[in-house]
């Protein structure tokens, strides 16, 4: 499953056409089932037998149609209006829901809100919360507001052993793993859909049911079982439900790709692309679009994938899920930058950066706020535990006088347990909060600070260096040829190598010393009361620790260099932004001057000090697998 997903930091390289673009490991059918795999209107026991009244003959039938027949959905929603007055209280708590539910088709997510909050403020009927609680929680993931969806799932999912509807049931089930698949907990969303399958659900159920089992094993990074997801898909074209067959086969073409076999997913795509462009989904379509680009130039067919990625562009720019987005400017970079053309590369390279940052985002406050109602979970059943042990000491204490001596050593031990659980859970509570702040400053796949945190501490730093008339040195560099490293030897290597490179300079900072990575291969280091001459002697160390990175115990036979620029307060002042302008132009001179060196700024020239010992001038020598060895121009 390595091909199915970006793991690197790094900026995409235009020369490893079999990199997958995709953010994330699966949730493609996430997106759909926020809307499709919504509970749904209860469908009583015998509605078709003599002797039913006509509004639940409606109710019935319009759950029913609603994915596989809209007009007629739309049309019985009309018949049902019209019969509210003959309905009973909890028959018009169904309507609320079927209304809420076309609401939050057509996009109208608030008025959906609204209706359902209603129903389940006035009913404390088990079905109705259940059902309304679900598809609540739906609408409230599908509009990014991860916190509210999963505290309505925290209150509805122990109601589901008193749901009698089985249907009901199933619908609750299916609905809670979308969600926790959205969430990335895959485990929880793949179990829910299991219970579902293990108890015989109809037809369009076991549909969505097998689709989440699916986008579940993508998202964990396991075999997918191809023979049952095309099984699935035979199923769910057999029904007639569209959507997830559509999805079904976005599934099994990653997949296939993955597995090498990317003229077969091409041809699965573009077979079901007509019905795709017919069902209207943007979604849908913007990742049938950006697959197929992605994939078209894999396997050379340039101008069919550029014209796929601008169609997954247009299709999905502006919608809430970006992943097709993502994936579309990530083929468009690589086009461009093969062309040769700089303007196209630079804006397409923009426009990924964007799109990808902001997807980042989004997958962290989901990844947080499932944290967060977890832990807030826990606090509240641990209160409510206490709250019973209180409210026994009192009954117990009413009970009789003769045994108050031996209560007051209960009060005690209980007291003292209440503390003691207190000073744990804000222990707990503590210990989230720096974990939550740790994800937001470091750099998650080295470890260092990221380009935000270290612009932050290195701008209090220098104010306080400034204060006290202490020179700072500041160094920039860059890894040599790292592209090469990411072509030859993909992406997971050149992740290994950075995290060896963030160690390997980390363990030469002091404890005032502040390192970040900028992006990419990038990386900048702030020493306090060090010069110009401090700071390159500590950059001449980084080189040798680099060069004596062994990378042999991964199976990668390279040298790791970098190129340094450094200059000092002396020479650049205090203000940051000039002091990296710089360290950075030092940098590229000793790029030119031939990589593997170091270079300190000076106000005439920047002047190159010292190769890594072995370089020279001449071109670098990176060892490759297997004996062979490359030459690559400097």
Request: charged share 25%.
């Amino acid at each position: 499953m390595k091909d199915m997903t970006t793991a690197s930091r790094n900026r995409p390289s235009a020369g490893t056409a079999r990199r997958s673009s995709w953010p994330t490991r699966g949730r493609l059918l996430s997106a759909l089932c926020l809307l499709l795999a919504m509970p749904m209107v209860a469908v009583a026991a015998g509605a078709a037998a003599a002797g039913v009244d006509e509004v639940e003959a409606l109710l019935v039938e319009a759950g029913s149609v609603k994915t596989s027949d809209v007009a007629r959905f739309q049309q019985l929603l009309v018949e049902l209006d019209a019969r509210a007055h003959d309905a009973t209280p909890q028959q018009r708590q169904r309507l609320q829901i079927l209304r809420a539910y076309r609401h939050a088709l057509l996009g109208e997510s608030g008025a959906a809100v609204a209706l359902l909050e209603e129903v389940l403020g006035e009913s404390r009927d088990a079905d109705i919360r259940f059902e309304g609680g679900g598809l609540l929680s739906n609408i409230h993931a599908a509009n990014r507001r991860f916190e509210d969806s999963l505290r309505i799932l925290e209150e509805i999912l122990p109601l589901r052993d008193h749901i009698q509807d089985l249907e009901i049931r199933h619908r609750g089930l299916l609905n809670a793993g979308v969600v926790y698949n959205q969430v990335g907990e895959y485990r929880l969303g793949r179990q829910l859909a299991q219970a579902v399958l293990d108890s015989p659900p109809e037809p369009r159920n076991t549909c969505a049911a097998e689709n989440l089992v699916a986008e579940a094993a993508l998202g964990l990074e396991e075999d997918l079982d191809e023979a049952r997801l095309r099984a699935n898909i035979a199923h769910c074209d057999s029904i007639n439900e569209r959507v997830f067959a559509a999805f079904a086969r976005a599934h099994l073409a990653r997949w296939l790709a993955a597995s090498d076999r990317v003229d077969q997913a091409i041809r699965l795509l573009e077979s079901y692309l007509p019905t795709v462009e017919d069902i209207r989904y943007p979604f849908l379509q913007g990742v049938y679009h950006a697959l197929l680009a992605e994939y078209r130039l894999r396997d050379g067919a340039q101008a069919q994938a550029e014209a796929h990625a601008a169609v997954a562009v247009q299709r999905t720019r502006g919608i809430g899920n970006i992943e097709p987005l993502v994936s579309a400017y990530g083929t468009l970079y690589r086009i461009a930058s093969d062309r040769g053309d700089p303007a196209a590369t630079l804006e397409a390279y923009k426009a990924f950066v964007d799109a990808e940052r902001r997807h980042l985002d989004d997958v962290k406050s989901r990844e947080m706020a499932y944290q967060i109602v977890r832990h807030q979970s826990q606090q509240q059943a641990q209160q409510i535990e206490l709250l019973n042990q209180k409210n026994a000491l009192l009954q117990l204490d009413q009970s009789t006088t003769k045994q108050r001596a031996r209560l007051w050593l209960v009060v005690a031990g209980l007291l003292s347990f209440l503390l003691a659980t207190t000073a744990y859970w804000a222990f707990k509570t503590k210990r989230l909060q720096m974990r939550l702040r740790r994800l937001a400053e470091l750099d998650a796949l080295t470890g260092v600070s990221n380009r935000h945190h270290f612009t932050e501490k290195a701008g209090k730093l220098l104010a306080a260096c400034r204060q006290d008339h202490r020179v700072v040195a500041l160094l920039t560099f860059d890894l040599d040829h790292f592209k090469q490293v990411n072509d030859r030897f993909g992406h997971e290597a050149g992740d290994w190598v950075l995290q060896q490179v963030a160690k390997a300079c980390a363990e030469l900072c002091g404890p005032g010393d502040c390192i970040g990575r900028l992006g990419g291969e990038e990386f900048v280091m702030l020493l306090p009361g060090c010069d110009a001459a401090t700071g390159r002697r500590v950059a001449e160390d980084a080189l040798a620790q680099l060069a004596a990175v062994d990378t042999g115990q991964r199976g990668y036979d390279l040298c790791i260099a970098a190129s340094f620029g450094i200059t000092d307060t002396t020479l650049s002042g205090y203000d940051l932004t000039r002091l990296m302008s710089h360290a950075d132009r030092a940098m590229y001179a000793a790029k030119r001057a031939g990589r593997a060196r170091v270079a300190v700024f000076d106000e005439d020239n920047v002047r190159a000090l010292t190769p890594r010992s072995g370089t020279g001038d001449g071109p670098v020598d990176l060892r490759l697998s297997g004996g062979e060895r490359r030459v690559l121009p400097v």
